[in-house]
């Protein structure tokens, strides 16, 4: 079945490409969901006479995102997480603590467009590729810190009552 794409849809194409799928996958996904019109005579005229407007739409996209782009290269984020024996992290950072840590200073970018070569297990400095648009990507630089811990002790001891003994916590 051809079609031809509304939107971007990563690993098989960008907006106006008429592309060959599996007539299933076109027919109960991609054309109900929105993200694709049938390629018969009269939606690919249509693209024909729209594609200027489409092509201007892009441009300005992309202009956009190459702009963002040079904004969060200048961006240092930081996250604190809890740290063991030799730098080594309990758990690790995940793309959506980094989207979190980025939206706080003022960029709303989806935790999908973030790329990480693996997981991040240990404290130190980092460089995030971020997708902006298409096949343009930026970097971000991530610093994982160690949390510091509050002076506070983790565990009160039980208050005692008017008798000397513990209160039951059984």
């Not at 907006?15 to 993200?35: C, E, H, I, S, T």
Request: overall charge neutral.
């Amino acid at each position: 079945m051809k079609i031809i794409l509304t939107k971007d849809i990563d690993k098989l194409g960008n907006a106006g490409d008429v592309v060959r799928v599996k007539d299933g996958y076109g027919r109960n996904y991609l054309v109900p969901q929105g993200f694709a019109l049938p390629a018969n005579e009269k939606n690919i005229k249509e693209l024909e006479f729209n594609r200027r407007m489409i092509q201007k739409k892009i441009d300005g996209e992309y202009g956009k995102a190459r702009e963002l782009g040079e904004k969060i290269a200048a961006v240092d984020i930081s996250i604190a997480k809890k740290v063991g024996e030799e730098g080594k992290l309990f758990g690790s950072v995940t793309t959506r603590e980094i989207a979190d840590a980025l939206k706080e200073k003022g960029y709303e970018i989806d935790h999908r467009h973030i790329i990480l070569d693996g997981p991040i297990k240990k404290s130190g400095v980092y460089e995030v590729e971020v997708k902006l648009f298409r096949e343009l990507k930026g970097k971000v630089k991530l610093w994982v810190v160690a949390l510091e811990e509050d002076a506070a002790p983790e565990a009160e001891p039980a208050p005692e009552t008017a008798t000397g003994d513990k209160t039951a916590t059984e």
